[in-house]
């Protein structure tokens, strides 16, 4: 009996490593300490998959490159030998990490979508020819157009006026069709982006009582005019300590078939109770996370570990909470944390030197890759326990049988780990600093 063990350690002059295989022990000889018990017969959430966003400013960064390198990272992302992401989400018009403010509908409702049709969807298409599979895309706006708003711009904030909750609606299946016609699986939607921050780039507020309205009176009725009922509807899409709130504010008997589920960002903090909280009072509910970065406005943008080990806390913590998807925010940038129009520059797994063309591969890259590229689409999560707070993990069960567990090492030491399921003991020592992902294969249970 046995398992692979892949290991990404970052110590002081430690360089990335992929590791070994390790010997199972039928008969874990009643050791206690330093277990981490899994339980496959506990069941969770199925987990649906990984992605990232393809904004106007990732299609630039592509699109000034050499067509092979830009296929390199197209596959980095989304070949199944790299992250193997089968997730994007892109803006409705522009967003902060756009080149400029645009839209693709005028007042005088011409509509085109011109600016999609260079930066954006010609990458989804590549990226989909790179998985074999036309996976699924969610749309969320930034701000409707700004003659549409109480403060007649599509920046700082300001809300959507009355009169034009009805077009806005029409406004939003009109651009889901448009994308559809270009061939692009739209499935799911957010009804608006971060509506609880008024942003010196592209921002719209929505209380919980507005957000329920627009949804329930405008929002679903135009969608079922427009035939596309099919389309899973997210509420809030902003940070995690309001959620509870928001979905309370959004939900009820009329509203509650109208909501797939619930999406969320990382920008306040951990707040994982806040997303079992939501899983306990709306059991089916999806809880999907649509948003994360490292904002250079905020962290240093040169430690690599410490904005790594933020992506493997994040992504455990919210598995373990009831999470089914993952969308990283933009997969490319440059290696200064754009192009971004109103200077919010942030990192991305993917950096490209715009003056040489190198490819940078950050470190959060490879921590994503050891949740990403193991845990399959329809992976089943399954219970696990662990013995200290600086070491970390979530385990799950993939379709064909294999078994997943990802271990994260925050510590300043090495740590003993004695990995225990169905009667098997797995031992090895996890270097300090340092993310593993051991897999089991069908054949070993």
């Known amino acids: 009996m046995h398992t692979n063990l892949y290991v990404t350690s970052r110590g002081e002059g430690t360089p990335l490593e992929k590791m070994s295989i390790i010997p199972g022990i039928i008969d874990d000889g009643g050791i206690e300490l330093n277990i981490i018990n899994i339980y496959q017969q506990v069941t969770f959430q199925k987990l649906q998959g990984f992605g990232g966003a393809i904004t106007e400013a990732v299609g630039s960064v592509l699109a000034a490159l050499p067509e092979e390198q830009a296929s390199t990272i197209l596959r980095s992302c989304f070949s199944s030998e790299g992250l193997a992401y089968r997730f994007v989400r892109t803006s409705i018009d522009s967003c902060d990490f756009s080149l400029s403010e645009y839209c693709a509908g005028k007042q005088d409702e011409s509509f085109s979508l011109e600016r999609d049709e260079i930066s954006i969807i010609p990458w989804i298409k590549k990226a989909y020819e790179i998985a074999e599979e036309a996976f699924a895309v969610m749309l969320s706006p930034w701000s409707p157009p700004a003659y549409m708003k109480s403060n007649g711009q599509r920046c700082q904030g300001g809300s959507l006026k009355d009169e034009y909750k009805t077009q806005w609606a029409e406004y939003i299946c009109r651009y889901i ?18 509506p609880n921050a008024n942003q010196k780039w592209e921002s719209c507020l929505y209380t919980g009582a507005e957000e329920k309205d627009f949804l329930q009176t405008y929002l679903y009725p135009a969608l079922q005019k427009s035939h596309l009922e099919d389309i899973e509807i997210f509420v809030w899409d902003h940070n995690k300590e309001r959620l509870f709130d928001r979905a309370a504010a959004c939900i009820d008997e009329k509203t509650d078939p109208m909501v797939a589920g619930f999406a969320f960002h990382w920008y306040s903090g951990d707040h994982f109770d806040a997303l079992r909280l939501v899983k306990k009072r709306y059991p089916s509910k999806r809880l999907l996370f649509s948003e994360g970065c490292i904002e250079y406005s905020r962290y240093d943008k040169g430690n690599q570990l410490y904005n790594a080990q933020k992506y493997g806390h994040e992504i455990i913590g919210n598995l373990n909470a009831g999470m089914d998807t993952f969308i990283d925010w933009n997969i490319v940038l440059e290696s200064n944390g754009g192009p971004n129009h109103c200077n919010n520059f942030c990192e991305a797994p993917i950096f490209v030197n715009r003056e040489t063309n190198e490819i940078i591969y950050n470190l959060s890259y490879r921590y994503i890759w050891h949740f990403s590229h193991f845990i399959q689409p329809g992976a089943v999560h399954i ?45 090895f020592v996890l270097a300090k600093d340092s993310i593993a992902t051991a897999v089991l294969s069908a054949g070993d249970q």
């Open 177 to 194: 069709k448009a994308y559809r016609d270009q061939g692009i699986r739209v499935a799911c939607l957010s009804i608006q982006n971060e």
């Open 383 to 427: 219970a696990s326990t662990g013995f200290d707070s600086t070491v970390e993990s979530v385990a799950f069960r993939n379709p064909e049988g294999s078994y997943v567990v990802v271990i994260m090492n925050r510590s300043q030491k090495e740590q003993p780990i004695n990995l225990r399921m169905a009667g098997s003991l797995y031992s």
